[in-house]
Every structure is written in C-alpha cells, then in structure tokens.
C-alpha cells in the first residue's frame, strides 16, 4: 500500500494525540506500510506502549519540542487551537491534516469503503461486517472504534480493494470519507457542543449520502424516523433494513437464556438464511442486519455472512462480560447516550440475574445538560442505579450541571439512587449490597470500566 499524499517513505507523519482509539489506528497502518511515525498524548497507556513496540517515537505530554524532523502533522478534533504542538507547526510551516481528513485520504486508495455511521451501534456494526469480510477472505483493512479480538486490536492493514472504517458525525468529520458504501445505523441528538439541534444533524447526514457515488449504496435502517427523511436525498442505491420496515428483514425472532438472537434473514419475501447471534440485545439484531445488507452488497455468499455473525462474540466494551466474584457477573458497556442506555439495560433483562445495579458515569458536560431529560428517563431496567462524578473528558468544568442533580432527577421518578464522588465509594458500597446472583454493569465512555475491575479484584 502507498499513499499518493505521502510519496517518501522517509516521510515523519507526526500525531497530536496518539493514543486515541482512531488515532493509533492510523498511525498503525502507516507503521505496517513502512512510514516514520511519531505521536504524543498526555500519558501513557497500553496503546501508546504498543506503538511504541512497533517502532512510532511516543511523547508523554504536548511539548513545543516534540514536532522535530517533522514532514506532517495529523491532530485530532478535541485538540485546542492553544496546543504547543500544534502552534509549533504552524509557526514552522507544515502540512497540517486533521484526523478525518487523513482518513479520508487513505481511503482514496481503496475502491471498497465501507464507511458506518449513526448515533449508535458503530463500533458493533463495523466489528460484525469485519467479521463476515474476514470470512470470506476478502483481506480487509480494518479501523474499529473499540478492540476487536478477530484482529488483536482495533486495526488491521490488509492488502486488498477493501476498507472498512467508523464515520464519525462529530464535527462533521465523515464529510471528509470516501464511500463506496454509507452505512447510517440511526439518527438522534448527540454532540450538541457542535451541533445546533436535529436538523442540523439530520442535514449533515443529508450531506453524508451526497459522498456516495452513483454505482455504490447506501445501506439505513427504514425504522428510523430522522432517517426516513434523509433516505430520498441519497443519488445511489439504496438498502434499507429493519424488524417491522425494510427490504432485508429478520423473521421468527427469538432469544437464548443469554439474551442472543436466532432469526430467520430475509430479502423481500425471499428466505435468505438463520442467524444465530453470540451478542445480545434487540439493539444487535438491528445491527447484524445492517452488516448482512452491506454484505450482500459485496456480493459475499450467505455461508460467510452467517458464519461471521455467529462467530462474532462482541469487542471490548460493549455489554463486555468482566468476569464473576461472589456468583455476581460484571458487566461493562460503553453506552453513554440514552438511547444507548436503555439498550444496554434491556439487554441486560434478558441475561440470567436476579437484580442489576447500574454504575452509570455522565460523559461530558454538554452531553448531560442538552440531554438532561432524556438521561433521566433511561434508567428503569436498573434495580438500582449509582451515579460518579461527570467525565469531562475534552470540556473544562461547568456549575450548570452535576451527577448530584441528574441523581436528583432520577430519584424523583421514584428509582434508587445514590450519588458518590469517588470510585473507592462506589466499591465500597456495591460491597455491601451486591449478592450472588446480581448483576454489576458499569456504564460509560470515560474510565467508569475501572470500577468493575476493582470490585472483581477484592478478595
């Protein structure tokens, strides 16, 4: 693999952010193909070491200093204008690319994109299509949002035309994508700090459609109400899917005792094959679907598309099974949307236990102020629910909202709930009111993973 942007292989590509999930993948594919890679983050993690091994040059913090030897620079879109690394660059003049950009140009070297969008279920759609592809031989290149055990990561640089990636809506980032097929999962209010409401963000996934070209598809759920609104604008083929709406279809649905799906696939009135599913939830039924639909665009047999879905066992951090302690399973999922929320949690009903206690940590100040209501509301499937302090991740503090008046909220429903300030509470008090049989599921985008470790390292 070559890249026409980059035509010495002496090139140094450096990463304001390299620890990102996204950012590391790239870095990693460039890496694979020989290129000088170098990155920062402001601290070490499991990922970094790993690029490290791999032979990138890694700083620990944003340093002025770090952009040495340096042909382009790739930032991603939560690094501030006031950042050392990038104000060196430009004072210096580089190539700047940012993160999607970047993306969108390795893309250009691949005929097959397949690129997923949505509010939801990215990571999972995107993980389920690479497992068909990889089935069926194809030699995909790989960037997922999340680790996959299939490809030891969250990467993988194949050799082939194909390429399949998340197209995240933030900033309007996937603009920026090369797709030959557009998958949109669903359509909601998220990322509000960017987005001015719905129809701003239903518009920019009009826009998403209008980068297909004409001999590609569009693969979108036909249940979506947003979604039904951008479908008509699309200038290429069209796939729709769905349970109750859509041209391919799951039939005679039904649930095993962990809560996984079996049904029956189809294509019109066409019986295409059985799926037998190793996720759980109604959630991943929608996605299998739409993995199935972006296969049979590819023409991949049945054989490979059921196979891969029933080979498919979920990537970290989506309704990821921790371990058990004291007959007590521990849950953690990624889930920091409210419609995410309720789909972990019902998937959770339908997987064995005798009570769930929900650790939910907010992600983002913004997300929780613009969505105060709607994360009120999410928690009903929990027995009980335990709030931690907001993850700001890349927003400075705010007074306009806080866990302690979101828990306010929820126990005015009439739910349990308790708000902690520290994760050595929240153990301390699940120590206390865990028993054998219960289920723990930590909820969230931040480092709310954490505390499901702790409890199942106490002795």
Do not use: W
């Not at 390795?106 to 990215?122: E, L």
């Not at 239903?202 to 693969?219: A, N, S, W």
Request: hydrophobic share 40%.
């Amino acid at each position: 693999m070559s890249f026409d942007f980059i035509k010495d292989k002496n090139t140094k590509v450096h990463f304001i952010g390299i620890g990102g999930i996204s950012m590391s993948g790239l870095a990693e594919i460039l890496l694979e193909n020989g290129y000088k890679v170098s990155g920062s983050d402001r601290k070490a993690s499991n990922i970094t070491d790993k690029l490290s091994r791999q032979g990138a040059e890694i700083f620990i913090g944003h340093d002025a200093d770090n952009i040495k030897d340096t042909n382009l620079v790739v930032y991603t879109a939560a690094i501030s204008e006031d950042n050392p690394e990038l104000i060196r660059a430009k004072e210096l003049s580089l190539p700047l690319m940012d993160r999607a950009e970047f993306l969108g140009d390795i893309m250009k070297g691949h005929k097959y994109n397949v690129a997923v969008s949505g509010t939801h279920g990215k990571t999972t759609t995107t993980s389920m299509i690479s497992h068909i592809i990889m089935k069926a031989n194809l030699d995909p290149t790989i960037l997922v949002g999340g680790e996959l055990d299939l490809i030891d990561g969250n990467v993988r640089t194949g050799k082939s035309e194909y390429f399949i990636t998340e197209a995240c809506e933030y900033k309007a980032s996937f603009l920026k994508f090369f797709p030959y097929i557009g998958v949109i999962l669903n359509i909601e209010a998220d990322h509000l700090d960017f987005y001015r409401d719905i129809y701003h963000i239903k518009d920019t996934f009009i826009e998403f459609t209008k980068l297909i070209p004409k001999d590609g598809y569009l693969v979108a759920s036909a249940e979506d109400k947003v979604l039904k609104e951008v479908i008509p604008h699309a200038n290429c083929n069209v796939i729709t899917y769905g349970i109750e709406e859509g041209f391919i279809r799951a039939k005679n649905i039904t649930y095993n005792d962990r809560g996984c799906a079996s049904f029956e696939a189809y294509k019109g009135e066409e019986k295409l094959f059985d799926v037998h599913m190793n996720v759980p939830g109604r959630h991943n039924v929608l996605n299998a679907l739409a993995s199935v639909s972006t296969a049979l665009c590819l023409n991949i047999d049945d054989k490979f598309i059921s196979e891969g879905l029933e080979g498919f066992y979920g990537t970290h951090r989506r309704f990821e099974i921790k371990g058990t302690r004291n007959g007590v399973t521990v849950v953690d999922d990624y889930a920091h949307h409210p419609t995410e929320i309720k789909a972990c949690l019902g998937a959770a009903k339908n997987y064995p236990h005798k009570r769930i206690f929900c650790v939910h940590q907010p992600h983002t100040y913004t997300r929780t102020i613009t969505l105060f209501d709607d994360f009120a509301n999410s928690f009903f499937d929990a027995d009980e629910i335990i709030l931690a302090d907001i993850y700001a991740a890349r927003e400075k503090f705010s007074s306009k909202v806080s866990s302690d008046m979101l828990g306010d909220a929820i126990r005015d429903k009439g739910l349990p709930c308790k708000n902690f300030h520290s994760f050595e509470e929240i153990v301390a008090y699940l120590e206390t009111r865990l028993e054998e049989g219960d289920m723990l599921i930590t909820v969230g985008a931040g480092d709310v993973y954490k505390i499901g470790e702790m409890y199942l390292a106490n002795k």
